[in-house]
C-alpha cells in the first residue's frame, strides 16, 4: 500500500476559516461575543474531502494519508494561550471527523497549541486527548511558533522535553512543521518552511536529542529543506566541528519526506538518504498546486518522480509503506488490525 | 582561466583578530583604550596566503579568487556603528594588501558596515572607498546583520535601494552573504547561510527589484541554498501566487555560486540551473574543510565535481570564467588590460 504522510486540510469548508476569523477579532476587541464552533455538517466534509484530496489520491493510487489542520494556518504567531487551545482543538476535532467518514483513507495528526514563550502544558494536554481519544497516530510541532523570528530554543533544549515525554509514552512521532510566517522578509512557502527544516536538522546534528530520548522520532518535510542537497556540506561540518557521525546521532530517529516537486530533486534526495530515511508525502493539497507546464502534469504528484526514480523494489517498499508504518506504530497496529 | 568568486582571508593573522577582540571589549568597557589598528606585515600576509589559499587554489589549477574578509567575522550583529565602519575598514584594507600582493590571483570584494536598523550611508561610503580607491570589484551584502532574528526588510526594501543605487553607479555585484548568527537555534554554517541564500532568492521572486534596478547583479552563495534542490516548488509557487515568471524577474540578474560539497549536488545545481546562472566557487578555506573519507579528496574541492558534471565546453567555459568576467566588469576590465 502507499502510504502518504503529508496533508494537511487545506480545503476545510470556509466556516472553519469563519470561526478563526470571529477568535482573531475578538482577540483585538473583547467586547466581541465568543464565538461558536465552526457548524459543519458530515455532507460538507465529504464534498470537501472527497471532490479534492480523496479524488487524486485515487487518481494517484495513494492508500492513505496522515493528515493534519492546515500547517500555514496553524497560527502560533497569535500569543494567546487561550485562543491557541481553543483554535488546535477545533481544528483536531474536523481532522477526527474526516478519520471517522474515511477511515480507511485518513490517519490524523494533531495541530498542537504552542505559543512561543509559553510552557508545553497545553500541547501535552492536547497530543494525549488527540492521541487517546481520538486515535490519532502523531502531531505537527512547530520550531518556530513566533513564525519567522527565532526566538525559541533549539529543539535539543530541555524547553521542549514535557513534550517528548509525552510522545514517547504514546509511541507517537512528529513532523517539524512550521506554521504561517509573520515576518515579512520570510515568504512562508518559500522560504520559512525550507528554513525551518534545515535549520532543525542542523540542531540535531549540533546536539545528541536522541541519547536522552531513544525512541522519539521527527519527520523532516519537504525533502529535508537544503539538507540532503548539501549533504557533503552536512558531513564536513560534523567532521570538523566534532559533532557525533549524522547517521547515529541523527538518522537513526529522523526521516526526510517527498515533498519535492520535481525529478532531479527527488533523484538527489533518494541517492544521497538511505531509503530507511525517507517517507513517502505529497502535502497535496499544499503549497504548489497546477502542472508543471513543460509536461502538463501536477507539481505535486511526486509518485510520478518515485516511480521514475532508480530505487529498488525493497527500497521503493521503504518509501511508500514500510517506513511510515515503523515511524507511526499505532498506524501500523490499526492496519493490521484491519488485515491490510 | 579559473575564476573562484567566493574566498574569505579566514587565515588571517591572529592580531586581526586580537584587534576585533579588543574592539568589543572596549565596547563593553569604554574606560579601556581605542585599540591600536593591528599591525601585520606583507610576510605575514604572505604566509598565510601562499600556505593556505593559493597554495591550495594552485594545486587545483584555480587561477585567481574573489576575495573578502572572513564572512562569519563580520558581525553586523553588533549594533554600534562607529565600530562596524572601523572593523568593516581595517578588514578590507587587509584585503587590498593581499590584492597588492598577489595582483594576478586575488581580487578585492568588500565588507559593508552594516548595522540592523541603521542607514546605509557608511555602507555607500565604504564602498565608493573600496572600490575607487582600493579597485575592489564588488561586495558582500548581508540581508539579515541581526544574525539569524531577521528583523530587516526585504531586498526588495527601498531601505536598500540608496546601497543598489551605489553598486550601480560603480557597476559593481554583491555576493549575499550573512555573517555570524546570533541565535542559539540556527547554527551559522549549517543552516544561517543556507537560510539566508533560499530567504533572498524568494524575496527577489515575490519582488519586481531589477524592473527598478536593471543592471543591479547578485551572486546568491551556497549553490543557492534550497533553491535549485528546491526548483518544481518555485516554479509551483510563482505560478500559482501569479509572480512574474522567475527566469526573466530573477534570473537575469542574480547567479548561483558553486559551494555545494559533493557531486550529486552539483550534478542537480547544473542540471536545473542554466549554465548562464552559475559562477564557479569553492570558499576555500571555508566552513567545510578536510577530506571526504570516502574518496580521500578534500570536501570543498569543487572544481572536481563541475569536471565530473555532464556539461558542456561552452557551459563549462561559463561557469570558470565567463560569468564572472560578465558579473564583475570591473575584474574583466582588469584583465583585459593585463592580457588575460
Known sequence: ???DCHGHYTTAPASLQQFRDAQLARLADPRLPVPPEPEISDDEIRETIEGNQLRIARERGHDLTIFSPRASAMGHDVPDPATAAEWARVGNDLI????????????????????????????????????????FVGCNLNPDPSGGYWNSPPLTDQYWFPLYEKMTELDVPAMIHVSNSANPAVHTLGAHYLNADTTVFMQLVEGQLFDRFPTLRFVIPHGGGAVPYHWGRYQGIAARQKFPPIEANVLSNVAFDTCVYHQPGIDLLTSVI??????????????????NPDGDFPWDDTKRYLDAAKLTDDARAKIFEGNARRMYPRLDARLKEAGR
Chains 1, 2 share one sequence.
Open 96 to 135: 477526527y471527523r474526516v478519520t471517522t467518514l474515511f477511515p480507511d483513507n485518513f490517519a490524523g495528526v494533531a495541530q498542537l497549541p504552542q505559543v512561543a514563550g509559553e510552557p508545553l502544558d497545553a500541547c501535552v494536554s492536547e497530543l494525549e486527548r488527540t492521541v487517546s481519544w481520538l486515535g
Open 274 to 291: 538511505s531509503a530507511d530515511n525517507i517517507l513517502f508525502a505529497s502535502e497535496m493539497l499544499g503549497a504548489v498546486r497546477g502542472n
Open 1 to 3: 500500500m502507499i502510504i
